[in-house]
């Protein structure tokens, strides 16, 4: 069983930062793909990004690419969600996730191709 913890969500002015982490506890993620996604009011989860065991690659939405970057500790068994730029339209839940099936390139924005998912952290952006 793995549990995942999502921190550093906060409020902040549009064109700001933040970054977010997920901690791992009870077994090691450095072995999974890991990956983000975000809830807004009254919308569905979506997918916000990827980033495979090794960290060398990953992938995100078009709404964030370019401005959102995800890392990897393996050894401190976190992962991470740099947002910079941040838009009003980026205000969220965000939620971190292990994929359960499907390498790195398949199902990527498939919720049901992930488990453990965290309890999430709020962003809140403000114009």
């Known amino acids: 069983q793995v549990q995942l913890v999502e921190s550093g969500g906060g409020l902040v002015q549009a064109g700001g930062s933040l970054r977010l982490s997920c901690a791992a506890s009870?077994?090691?993620?450095?072995?999974?793909?890991m990956g983000w996604f975000r809830q807004a009011p009254g919308k569905e989860r979506e997918f916000v990004g990827i980033?495979?065991?090794?960290?060398?690659?990953?992938n995100y939405a078009d709404s964030v690419k370019d401005r959102f970057t995800i890392s990897r500790d393996n050894a401190k068994n976190t992962v991470y969600l740099q947002m910079n730029n941040l838009k009003p339209d980026d205000t969220a839940v965000y939620y971190c996730?292990?994929?359960?099936?499907?390498?790195?390139?398949?199902?990527?924005?498939?919720?049901?191709?992930?488990?453990?998912w965290g309890q999430g952290t709020q962003v809140t952006v403000s114009s």
């Open positions: 996730a292990r994929k359960k099936w499907g390498g790195f390139a398949s199902s990527q924005d498939v919720l049901g191709a992930y488990e453990y």
């Open positions: 980033i495979n065991y090794d960290a060398v690659n990953t």
């Open positions: 009870g077994r090691s993620i450095s072995d999974y793909i």
